[in-house]
């Protein structure tokens, strides 16, 4: 079992940036993949970005493809966003989360075993 906890959320204004960080405990990042969700009120969990096979492979979504960046350290056992560009409609609670073995696509949350509790991302226009 792994926990997982998020911080480096808040308010920027539209271009800054922000990197939040996932780091878990009890046990370690499996060698699978993670991901980062978010999810903006009144609507469902969507995709940000994954990082596969011990940091070898990363996918991202389109709308943050060119801003968002997904990186992992293990020996500290941490996951990280940066976001740089940040806009509006970025605005959403983040979510990490940790896959215990291989999926197809890994860019849906029914594909994911553990999840961190959520940071919240507000970006002013």
């Known amino acids: 079992q792994v926990q997982l906890v998020e911080s480096g959320g808040g308010l920027v204004q539209a271009g800054g940036s922000l990197r939040l960080s996932c780091a878990a405990s009890i046990s370690t990042f499996s060698d699978y993949g993670q991901a980062w969700f978010r999810q903006a009120p009144g609507k469902e969990r969507e995709f940000v970005a994954a990082?596969?096979?011990?940091?070898?492979?990363?996918i991202y979504a389109d709308s943050v493809k060119g801003r968002f960046t997904i990186s992992s350290d293990t020996a500290q056992n941490t996951l990280y966003l940066q976001m740089n560009s940040l806009k509006p409609e970025d605005t959403a609670i983040y979510y990490c989360?940790?896959?215990?073995?291989?999926?197809?696509?890994?860019?849906?949350?029914?594909?994911?075993?553990?999840w961190g509790q959520g940071a919240q991302v507000t970006v002013s226009s």
């Open positions: 989360a940790d896959a215990m073995r291989a999926r197809y696509t890994y860019t849906k949350p029914s594909e994911y075993d553990y």
């Open positions: 990082i596969r096979w011990n940091a070898v492979n990363t």
